[in-house]
């Protein structure tokens, strides 16, 4: 089966640094993906990792350590419309599918 | 480059009434998943078509059913409908080839009330 854990809400202060963590069990590991969404829109894609290490995409990072089934989303110079839900997803558990399975969503609120 | 459109946008029937969502894919995708996703929850796997066949499914009852048609648009069938079963319908789509896969891109959703 497939456990994917992240905090429910973070709340931080407009220009700040937020560390969104995720952990995983899961039966098989085909990379994992974090989707920004906001209220009442579709997910958009943000990153993907399947090796171990971090990924940078302008403001927004993304590590993973597949030995300790972790990874983070790290959201850099914070601005008020990064206020979403931000959810980590695991893709597996064949190489040859494209099943993601989610975690519950970690709900940032950006304060002035 | 068109995205993934979904439709309809919402949607409400009672209890025991049938159900077809329908998506449309991104130009250039072959495979579409189908997610639903309760109120304060992440997405939930239903199943994934490929070349017009389902290529996995997840933990969905069989009245949960889809197609995929030439063109890679997709429907999703729901009978018998129950109240838990309210929710946004999100569909995905992607492109997978030889060594290659993209990340999914998402629809807006269809939001289905059950009364």
């Known amino acids: 089966g497939q456990n994917i854990d992240q905090p429910t809400e973070m709340t931080a202060t407009e220009g700040a640094i937020v560390q969104i963590n995720c952990t995983y069990q899961?039966?098989?590991?085909?990379?994992l993906f974090w989707y920004q969404q906001h209220a009442g829109e579709a997910p958009t894609f943000l990153s993907y990792?399947?090796?171990?290490g971090l990924e940078e995409k302008g403001r927004f990072s993304s590590f993973l350590s597949r030995s300790k089934g972790y990874s983070y989303l790290l959201l850099k110079e914070l601005q008020m419309k990064d206020s979403a839900s931000y959810l980590c997803a695991v893709k597996g558990p064949r190489s040859n599918d494209y099943k993601l399975s989610f975690g519950a969503g970690t709900t940032v609120t950006v304060r002035a | 480059e068109t995205g993934v459109t979904q439709s309809p946008t919402h949607l409400i029937k009672t209890r025991g009434q049938q159900v077809t969502l329908r998506c449309s894919s991104q130009?250039?995708?072959?495979?579409v998943s189908w997610y639903q996703q309760a109120l304060g929850q992440g997405p939930q796997f239903i199943f994934q078509?490929?070349?017009?066949?389902?290529?996995g499914r997840g933990n969905f009852p069989p009245r949960f059913s889809g197609l995929q048609f030439p063109n890679y648009s997709s429907e999703l069938n729901v009978n018998a409908l129950e109240l838990d079963d309210s929710a946004l319908y999100l569909c995905a789509s992607s492109f997978i080839g030889a060594g290659q896969q993209q990340p999914q891109h998402f629809g807006d959703g269809t939001r289905l009330s059950i009364l």
């Open positions: 990792n399947v090796l171990d």
């Open positions: 078509y490929y070349r017009e066949e389902e290529n």
């Open positions: 130009s250039g995708h072959n495979t």
């Open positions: 899961t039966s098989g590991f085909n990379g």
